[in-house]
């Protein structure tokens, strides 16, 4: 068991809350935030700790962290958070759902990922991803560092997923592939072919029928 500190007082570090408390060996301690976004003194009834002050209350010989931040910028901001808790000697941990079925996976530091994923044999997950619910993860495919996919992707076989990179629900991507650096591929869109760096994947959307729905019939 270790003790760990979650950093955020948001959405996602709440959540990250509920998993770790419910379905892991950890036992989280306390929250922190950077010292100028600190509203509360506690949360879920645990401290809540200004950032800067983190190792002198906190100190890494004792407690590691977890860093649930979401993908804005493209990943930039949990990545950023990632490397600067390292920097300050902290060891992260990695939450795999006990419902997620996975083969020996190498997982890296600081990943959250939630049930329902399948991660087929012989492939490697980098630091700092989040995979959320409900994914597929083909075998020998490769996710590197600071990566997040949303529900219901589906990855075939062997591909690489480069760094920085956001995947948005009910995504496909071909086998034998390479997805570039911090690429943005948006929910429903089909990859049939290497892309390149920080390209963008937008899928149309449905269109509104000129019926409405009063006066549709059969349904």
Not at 180 to 204: F, H, P, Q, W
Request: charged share 25%; glycine share 6%.
């Amino acid at each position: 068991m270790s003790k760990v500190v979650i950093f955020g007082v948001g959405q996602i570090a709440e959540v990250a809350h509920y998993y770790l408390t419910h379905d892991s060996e950890h036992e989280v301690v306390a929250f922190t935030v950077d010292k100028e976004y600190l509203r509360e003194e506690f949360y879920h009834g645990l401290p809540v700790i200004p950032y800067e002050e983190l190792r002198e209350l906190y100190p890494p010989n004792k407690y590691k962290m977890f860093v649930p931040i979401s993908y804005k910028k493209v990943n930039k901001l949990r990545a950023e958070k990632f490397k600067d808790v390292k920097l300050k000697g902290y060891d992260c941990v990695s939450y795999i759902s006990s419902k997620a079925i996975y083969y020996n996976t190498p997982v890296g530091e600081n990943c959250f990922i939630f049930e329902n994923n399948v991660i087929q044999p012989f492939s490697k997950i980098g630091d700092n991803c989040i995979l959320w619910s409900g994914n597929h993860i083909g075998h020998h495919t490769t996710i590197k560092d600071h990566c997040f996919l949303a529900s219901q992707v589906v990855v075939s076989g062997s591909v690489i997923i480069d760094e920085y990179t956001f995947i948005g629900v009910n995504a496909t991507i071909r086998d034998n592939i390479k997805i570039g650096k911090e690429n943005i591929i948006g929910a429903n869109a089909l990859i049939l072919k290497n892309t390149e760096d920080r390209a963008v994947y937008v899928s149309k959307e449905t269109l509104k029928s000129k019926v409405p729905s009063n006066r549709v019939k059969n349904i």
